[in-house]
Structure formats: C-alpha cells, structure tokens
C-alpha cells in the first residue's frame, strides 16, 4: 500500500489510531478500578487470572493473525479483532461472579491481540521504517493520552456508578472504529502460493497455553501449585515436548505461521528478548502501583487515577519526542539503552517507598518510570521491522506481539509468585504467636469479624473498610486501627519486594539491549535510491 496517495494514507492511520484507542482505553481505564470491581464480586485470589486469560488469548490471537494476515490482507483481522473486543467488553459489564469475567475477558483479549498484531503491522504496509518511527510514537502517543484518560475515567465510574459502566461506557467507540476501517481500510487480494499451517498453528499454541498456564499458576494460594508439583512440571514437560513438534514442523512446512529463519536474524532475536523483558518487568508497575496506592495508602480509585495521570502524561511527551528524534536521525539503539536505564532507576525508586511516603515523591518516581517507559517502548517492534523484507512484516511484527504477550504474562506470573509468597511470610511473622495481636481481650463474635481484617481485599475497598471500623465498639478501635495499620504494612511489604524484582528483570533489558547490532533506519529516499541504483 506504499503507492498510494499521503492523503490517503494518513486517512487510513487515522482509522487505524481510531481502533487503537478505543482497544487501549478499555484497558486503561480498568486498572484503577479492578480493585474495586474484585472486591466486590470477589475471588482476590483469582485475580491474576482476569490478567492471565487476557495476555493469554492476546498472545495466541496475535501470533496466529500474523502470517494470515500476510496472506490474507490486515482489514478483515481488524474487523474481526474490533468485533470479538466490542463483544468481549460488552459480556464483562454482564457477569455476576469473578468466574464469568474472567471467561468474558478471555474474548477480548483475543480480539485485542488481533486488533494490536494487525495495527502495528498496517504501519509497515504504508510507510518504511524510517517515517514508520513518527507514526510508532504517535499509535504509542495513543497508547499514552488512554493511559491519561482512562484512569480519570475509570476512577470516576467506580466511585460515582456502577462498576459495568466501566466496560459500556466506550462501546459506542468501537463501532466507529469498526465503521472507519470498513470503509477507509483498502482491500488487498489474497497473496497466492501460500498455504495455512494448521499443525504448525496447533503446536505453537499448546506450547503458549501450556508454558503460560504454568507461569500463572505456579506459586501459592487458592487454586496455585508448587513450582515443583507434577501439575506445574507436566505443563512444562508439555511446553518442551510442544515446542520440539512445532520446531519439527515448521522445518519441513511450506509456509510456516512463524519462520524459524526469522531467528536467524540476531537483530529480530535480541530485540524480541529485550521486549520480553522490558514488558515483564513494567507489569510490575502498571499492575501492582494502583494496588500500592489503594491498598497501603487508602487513596480512592478517583485518587489513584490522579496519582498515576502524571506519570502517563510523561510518557505521552517521551514518545513523542522519541518518534521523531528517530525519524531525524535513523537512529535508536542508544534511545533503547537510555529508556531502560531511567526505567530501571523509577522503578527501584519504588523498592524504598513505604505507607510513610509523601504521595508528591511517590508520583515523582512514576513520573521517572513514565519518561524511560516512553522512551524506550516505541522502539523494539521498529527495529524488528526494520531488520526484515517487506514479504515478512506480519510474521515478524507478530513475533515482537508474542515475545511482548509473553513477558506481560510470564512476568505476572513471577512477580504475583513473590507478592503472595512475601505476605504469607510477612503475615505469619505478625501474626505469630509471639508477635499477635491479642484476640483474647474481645468475645468470640467480634474476635472472628476482626479476623476479616486479615484478607488484604478489605484494604482495597475503602468505603466497606469505614463501614467496618464504624460498627465495631468504640473500645475495639485502637485494636482494630492496629491491624489494619499492621496489614498496611505487610502489603507495602509485598508490593515493594515485587517493585525490586521487576527492577532486576528491567536491568537484564539493559544488558540485553547492548548486544543489538545497530543498522540505520531505511527511509523512502533510501528506498527511492536504491531503486535508481538497481535499474
């Protein structure tokens, strides 16, 4: 789609952008809010399985698009992406127990790994490397401005309506995106000579469902298996036997859904590690800060959304800013470099805070955490472009989608391990026979209603934690403001733990990052002359 006309290309970005925004503002603007929404339906120890079954399906969808979409054309997989995302965010708003939304958002994070897979890679279709790095950091700029909007908003419909609205309210949205791409999206013919690799295809998502399974439900807790228990170990025994088929398959198929010729490539092979990386360490940001604020420091989700706004403001601006200086220069290894580091550094800022921290401090080391993450983000999926033929764009910007799936995914699988390990220590060891609170000094009944204070669920739930200091008897009140003081603290605990971890795995991205062999972005006059040389 190269050949056509700037006016028409920049009509269709627009309906692309459309798309974008209205799959990553119903994203954003649930963060703040999950607290509230689990606890009121319930199931805090499910609730990585809401993330879980998302990054899941996203993860399987975007791989799977990918090299039908090189056959095939982008315009019926956003069609079909903005169609099972709309349906998806519509039967969320309708559950009425933990279970349903889990399997509700399981829908639409397969329309979402569709509608991002097949977005980025319509960019590619357009554009050449070199002015595709702009219109990278305006999709990230979008990315940016639904992270602004949808805290505030989210945080809003929680205190002020009822929580379904946090899924209803942007459905008109996603018929006008799918109305904009039905119409401004062009058509392509199916590309002949290419087949589909159904086994290559089934082999590539048992060893993602199983490898993602055992990362999610590995650690302790309802319905959590020990690292070394025969259920974990078979899922990766499944994992590597999945894996050796697909290897085998794909050697010996015409037209593999993901080319193992791709790997080759040391470029597509160290930027999609770093991906990884960079998106399993940052979940321990966007998952576990509003859980921070909420849960240790009491803020509303309306609060929360403040708190975090400045944050994804930075970021906006940094992506910004990254896109272009990208597209002066052809340059980007540095800028990678540079964006890890700043967001190594917010991030172990994060390890020292405690329910003691001034709230202006706490959004200052977002606000680190927002420029690094702007910085650096943008870039990987660009240089993978950059660093394979046209004929190969949907694969390998569907190999970055995965390798970014499964560092979300697999990261919150670690980083959740060592938050619900760190409290079950940190709880035992206050709440030790030596070191316990004295039940004894109050009746059976009002002994037994303070043990409630114990399930961290009730810190992130403000309104229902006054109602329940409110009913207990003036004289159990300092007892009471004791153990939810204590449990403030075993969660700041945990949640800082985790911030150092996911510090660790963003340092390993740095190192990562400096083994990327650095090649200059191809621009169009860079294509234009290499065309004069070759006739």
Same mark, same amino acid.
């Given at each position: 789609?190269?050949?056509?006309?700037?006016?028409?290309?920049?009509?269709?970005?627009?309906?692309?952008?459309?798309?974008?925004?209205?799959?990553?503002?119903?994203?954003?603007?649930?963060?703040?809010?999950?607290?509230?929404?689990?606890?009121?339906?319930?199931?805090?120890?499910?609730?990585?399985?809401?993330?879980?079954?998302?990054?899941?399906?996203?993860?399987?969808? #975007?791989?799977?698009?990918?090299?039908?979409?090189?056959?095939?054309?982008?315009?019926?997989?956003?069609?079909?992406?903005?169609?099972?995302?709309?349906?998806?965010?519509?039967?969320?708003?309708?559950?009425?127990?933990?279970?349903?939304?889990?399997?509700?958002?399981?829908?639409?994070?397969?329309?979402?790994?569709?509608?991002?897979?097949?977005?980025?890679?319509?960019?590619?279709?357009?554009?050449?490397?070199?002015?595709?790095?702009?219109?990278?950091?305006?999709?990230?700029?979008?990315?940016?401005?639904?992270?602004?909007?949808?805290?505030?908003?989210?945080?809003?419909?929680?205190?002020?309506?009822?929580?379904?609205?946090?899924?209803?309210? %942007?459905?008109?949205?996603?018929?006008?995106?799918?109305?904009?791409?039905?119409?401004?999206?062009?058509?392509?013919?199916?590309?002949?000579?290419?087949?589909?690799?159904?086994?290559?295809?089934?082999?590539?998502?048992?060893?993602?469902?199983?490898?993602?399974?055992?990362?999610?439900?590995?650690?302790?807790?309802?319905?959590?298996?020990?690292?070394?228990?025969?259920?974990?170990?078979?899922?990766?025994?499944?994992?590597?036997?999945?894996?050796?088929?697909?290897?085998?398959?794909?050697?010996?198929?015409?037209?593999?859904?993901?080319?193992?010729?791709?790997?080759? *490539?040391?470029?597509?092979?160290?930027? *999609?590690?770093?991906? %990884?990386?960079?998106?399993?360490?940052?979940?321990?940001?966007?998952?576990?800060?509003?859980?921070?604020?909420?849960?240790?420091?009491?803020?509303?989700?309306?609060?929360?959304?403040?708190?975090?706004?400045?944050?994804?403001?930075?970021?906006?601006?940094?992506?910004?800013?990254?896109?272009?200086?990208?597209?002066?220069?052809?340059?980007?290894?540095?800028?990678?470099?540079?964006?890890?580091?700043?967001?190594?550094?917010?991030?172990?800022?994060?390890?020292?805070?405690?329910?003691?921290?001034?709230?202006?401090?706490?959004?200052?080391?977002?606000?680190?955490?927002?420029?690094?993450?702007?910085?650096?983000?943008?870039?990987?999926?660009?240089?993978?472009? *950059?660093?394979?033929?046209?004929?190969?764009?949907?694969?390998?910007?569907?190999?970055?989608?995965?390798?970014?799936?499964?560092? *979300?995914?697999?990261?919150?699988?670690?980083?959740?391990?060592?938050? #619900?390990?760190?409290?079950?220590?940190?709880?035992?060891?206050?709440?030790?026979?030596?070191?316990?609170?004295?039940?004894?000094?109050? #009746?059976?009944?009002?002994?037994?209603?303070?043990?409630?204070?114990?399930?961290?669920?009730?810190?992130?739930?403000?309104?229902?934690?006054?109602?329940?200091?409110?009913?207990?008897?003036?004289?159990?009140?300092?007892?009471?403001?004791?153990?939810?003081?204590?449990?403030?603290?075993?969660?700041?605990?945990?949640?800082?733990?985790?911030?150092?971890?996911?510090?660790?795995?963003?340092?390993?991205?740095?190192?990562?990052?400096?083994?990327?062999?650095?090649?200059?972005?191809?621009?169009?006059?860079?294509?234009?002359?290499?065309?004069?040389?070759?006739?």
């Amino acid at each position: 789609m190269m050949h056509l006309t700037e006016k028409k290309k920049i009509t269709i970005m627009i309906a692309i952008m459309v798309g974008i925004f209205f799959s990553s503002i119903n994203q954003t603007i649930i963060g703040v809010a999950m607290p509230r929404i689990i606890a009121k339906l319930g199931g805090m120890d499910y609730f990585t399985w809401m993330i879980t079954i998302y990054l899941l399906t996203m993860t399987v969808a #975007s791989i799977l698009v990918g090299k039908l979409s090189d056959i095939y054309g982008r315009k019926p997989f956003l069609l079909a992406g903005i169609g099972l995302f709309t349906l998806g965010a519509f039967l969320s708003g309708l559950s009425t127990n933990i279970f349903q939304l889990i399997a509700f958002r399981g829908i639409t994070g397969f329309g979402a790994g569709i509608i991002m897979s097949t977005s980025f890679t319509a960019i590619g279709d357009l554009y050449l490397p070199r002015e595709r790095a702009r219109w990278t950091g305006l999709m990230s700029g979008v990315f940016g401005i639904s992270s602004v909007l949808g805290p505030l908003m989210g945080g809003y419909i929680i205190d002020h309506l009822n929580w379904q609205w946090i899924f209803w309210v %942007f459905l008109p949205l996603g018929i006008v995106a799918f109305s904009m791409i039905a119409v401004l999206f062009p058509k392509v013919p199916r590309r002949e000579g290419e087949t589909i690799d159904y086994l290559g295809s089934t082999f590539l998502t048992i060893t993602i469902v199983s490898l993602l399974l055992a990362f999610s439900i590995a650690g302790e807790g309802v319905d959590k298996y020990a690292w070394t228990s025969w259920q974990i170990i078979g899922l990766f025994v499944v994992t590597v036997l999945g894996l050796i088929a697909f290897v085998i398959t794909e050697s010996n198929v015409k037209s593999p859904v993901l080319p193992l010729s791709l790997f080759k *490539n040391d470029i597509v092979t160290f930027s *999609n590690i770093g991906l %990884f990386l960079l998106s399993a360490g940052m979940m321990g940001i966007m998952i576990y800060a509003p859980f921070f604020i909420q849960g240790v420091k009491g803020i509303s989700p309306s609060g929360s959304g403040y708190m975090m706004m400045p944050m994804s403001i930075v970021m906006v601006f940094a992506t910004a800013f990254a896109g272009q200086l990208m597209t002066k220069t052809g340059k980007y290894k540095g800028m990678a470099i540079t964006g890890l580091t700043i967001t190594t550094i917010g991030i172990l800022m994060l390890y020292f805070i405690s329910i003691n921290t001034p709230i202006y401090l706490m959004i200052l080391f977002l606000c680190v955490i927002g420029v690094g993450l702007g910085v650096s983000m943008p870039v990987f999926s660009l240089i993978v472009q *950059n660093a394979v033929p046209l004929k190969e764009l949907g694969v390998a910007s569907a190999s970055s989608q995965l390798f970014r799936n499964l560092g *979300n995914t697999i990261g919150i699988g670690i980083l959740g391990s060592i938050m #619900s390990s760190t409290m079950a220590t940190r709880m035992k060891e206050s709440f030790s026979v030596d070191n316990s609170l004295n039940f004894g000094e109050h #009746s059976i009944e009002q002994a037994a209603e303070m043990g409630e204070l114990m399930n961290p669920e009730l810190l992130l739930d403000e309104p229902k934690l006054e109602q329940f200091q409110q009913q207990m008897p003036a004289e159990s009140l300092p007892f009471v403001n004791e153990m939810i003081e204590t449990m403030r603290n075993v969660f700041s605990d945990a949640l800082t733990t985790t911030f150092l971890a996911g510090a660790i795995i963003m340092l390993m991205a740095v190192i990562v990052t400096m083994f990327i062999r650095a090649i200059p972005l191809v621009s169009a006059k860079d294509n234009k002359q290499h065309m004069r040389d070759a006739t």
